[in-house]
């Protein structure tokens, strides 16, 4: 990361949003990974929640934070995988204002170097909505951290160069 040290740290408001079937607030790891970078970076966590792997619970959840000017961007772990129950991409679909493909390529390579062709199993994602950005992690603890330290670390501090996602954020609902 290139951080410009005459550039000031922007604090931003995140979501976490775990998607599973199984996890509870009392197991749910990666949520807490999440949260504690979130925080540990100096963002606000705004809002956190669990919902089963459901599109029309993930959307109704992320319609509501979309909605909230108090949140800037959702971080989810969980349903990007491919069996049936997988839905996080499917519901992302729904509501997205455009796709941020790269960050899928790119966190498929940086997992490469932990988990080797595995990687090919995820369909880790990111979209704007409505002027929210949200990114699509899987739910392993080994995946957020990959997402969270390789890719949302440096896109999600205002002083990184050459560019960064907090920059964009006033222009993201531009017609």
């Not at 775990?18 to 100096?42: C, E, N, W």
């Not at 959840?61 to 909230?68: A, K, R």
């Not at 560019?163 to 531009?174: A, D, G, H, I, T």
Request: glycine content about 8%; charged content about 25%; hydrophobic content about 40%.
């Amino acid at each position: 990361m290139a951080v410009d040290p005459s550039c000031p740290f922007k604090p931003i408001n995140i979501a976490v949003l775990t998607v599973s079937d199984t996890r509870t607030a009392a197991d749910d790891t990666s949520g807490d990974i999440l949260a504690a970078r979130v925080t540990g970076a100096g963002h606000s966590l705004a809002a956190r929640a669990i919902v089963r792997d459901d599109p029309d619970l993930i959307v109704a959840q992320l319609e509501q934070w979309i909605e909230d000017p108090a949140i800037d961007a959702v971080v989810s772990t969980g349903g990007t995988g491919l069996t049936g129950r997988d839905v996080t991409p499917e519901a992302l679909d729904r509501i997205k204002t455009r796709d941020i493909p790269g960050f899928g390529e790119l966190f498929r390579w940086i997992s490469f170097q932990t988990i080797g062709t595995s990687t090919i199993q995820s369909r880790a994602c990111a979209v704007v909505a409505r002027g929210t950005y949200i990114f699509a992690l899987p739910g392993s603890n080994g995946a957020v951290k990959d997402g969270w330290d390789g890719i949302l670390a440096e896109q999600l501090d205002s002083r990184n160069r050459p560019c960064n996602f907090v920059e964009l954020m006033p222009r993201l609902r531009e017609v």
